[in-house]
């Protein structure tokens, strides 16, 4: 510890004295005394020229005269003047700013910092108390355990879904294969390792996925994270009517607060255009099984209906933008324009016309191609 504070007083004096120095010259006494001796180096010249008569008398004269009011002006030049007092302030403005900033740098260090405390490698901070890591080091700190114990079924089922969160994928198939070999495949781990092929794979449902999947649910016929991806899996092939079908009868087994409700609600608006369904409103289990065997017009009846049922819900919600773009977007889907239109200005009207909420509104249908009714 003694040895550090040597080296960096050391060091700091160094810097200092570096940046100190060329204010502590008399630069400008250097150059007036240059001057003046080419001026005397002038003179002898044009006495030589006066002497082989390469010059009159009078122009030696006139030469020797400039010569002399350079000499003059060099002189008026020389330090001790006002420009000598303001040099001096300058070095001395320079060298308090420079003795300062080391003063001040180790006060606050002292003050602030941990002097006492030594410093710690990357292996040093990893043994510490793990409430004290940041995930990159309590991660660190799983995969140096590992290395040294890689039969740790325990260590690998806690570090596969952190891979999972972070975006390692490839880490995260490879930690939930070690954890189903080391303690057994259940639910959990499955779909887990569903979920990292899955990234893996840039987002599509793979073959291999789709088995760990189907593995989750021989396990767990409810596990949400697997009846959402084999749903994904009927989507991504075309038939999105199954997979709406899969994501209904999910949404309402779930509890209301289920994390996995806004994530059904996103899937289906992207698949199927209607609006999803919400808490206290859609259809129920028996009317999705029902709907089965609806005939094409029925089921475009049923979601005319629910259309309408959003449409009252957002004439008692108007502040609610999700629901008014949900409503946009299920007429446009339709093909009604006019009502999308209708429904933009009534949640423009809701929302409050200068409100953000109400420009990102407008934002949204115009990116559905629906503007405002022109003001007649």
């Given at each position: ?84 007092a303001d040099s001096s302030l300058t070095r001395i403005a320079a060298t308090l700013a420079i003795l300062l900033v080391p003063v001040l740098g180790l006060g606050g260090y002292l003050y602030l ?5 030594p410093d710690q490698a990357l292996a040093a901070r990893l043994d510490a108390n793990p409430s004290t890591n940041s995930v990159e080091e309590l991660i660190a700190r799983a995969e140096r355990h ?219 249908a115009a990116g559905l191609g629906i503007a405002l009714p022109e003001s007649r």
């Amino acid at each position: 510890m003694i040895v550090f504070w040597i080296v960096a007083a050391l060091m700091t004096a160094a810097a200092c004295l570096a940046v100190i120095l060329p204010f502590l010259r008399p630069q400008a006494s250097l150059e007036t005394g240059h001057d003046v001796e080419v001026y005397r180096d002038q003179l002898a010249e044009i006495d030589r020229d006066l002497a082989r008569r390469a010059i009159s008398p009078a122009e030696a004269d006139e030469a020797k005269a400039e010569i002399g009011r350079r000499i003059l002006r060099a002189a008026e030049n020389r330090p001790g003047g006002t420009e000598r007092a303001d040099s001096s302030l300058t070095r001395i403005a320079a060298t308090l700013a420079i003795l300062l900033v080391p003063v001040l740098g180790l006060g606050g260090y002292l003050y602030l910092g941990s002097p006492a405390i030594p410093d710690q490698a990357l292996a040093a901070r990893l043994d510490a108390n793990p409430s004290t890591n940041s995930v990159e080091e309590l991660i660190a700190r799983a995969e140096r355990h590992l290395v040294e114990n890689p039969q740790d079924g325990r260590g690998w089922d806690v570090l596969a879904p952190i891979y999972l969160r972070v975006g390692r994928a490839e880490d995260a198939v490879i930690a939930f294969r070690n954890t189903i070999s080391l303690n057994g495949p259940n639910a959990a781990r499955e779909a887990g390792l569903g979920d990292a092929l899955f990234q893996l794979a840039g987002n599509v449902v793979t073959a291999e996925s789709r088995e760990a999947f189907e593995r989750a649910l021989g396990l767990d016929g409810a596990n949400p994270k697997a009846r959402f991806f084999l749903a994904l899996a009927l989507a991504q092939q075309g038939d999105t009517e199954s997979a709406a079908g899969r994501w209904r009868a999910l949404f309402d087994d779930l509890p209301q607060d289920s994390p996995w409700r806004g994530t059904i609600v996103q899937a289906l608006e992207r698949v199927h255009g209607a609006p999803a369904p919400q808490p206290g409103s859609g259809p129920s289990a028996e009317e999705i099984e029902a709907a089965a065997d609806m005939t094409q017009e029925d089921r475009a009846a049923m979601i005319e209906g629910m259309v309408a049922q959003l449409a009252e819900r957002m004439r008692d919600n108007p502040d609610d933008v999700a629901g008014w773009q949900r409503l946009i977007r299920s007429y446009s889907v339709l093909g009604r324009a006019d009502d999308a239109r209708a429904a933009l200005q009534s949640g423009v009207e809701g929302l409050g016309a200068e409100s953000s909420a109400a420009q990102e509104l407008i934002g949204f249908a115009a990116g559905l191609g629906i503007a405002l009714p022109e003001s007649r």
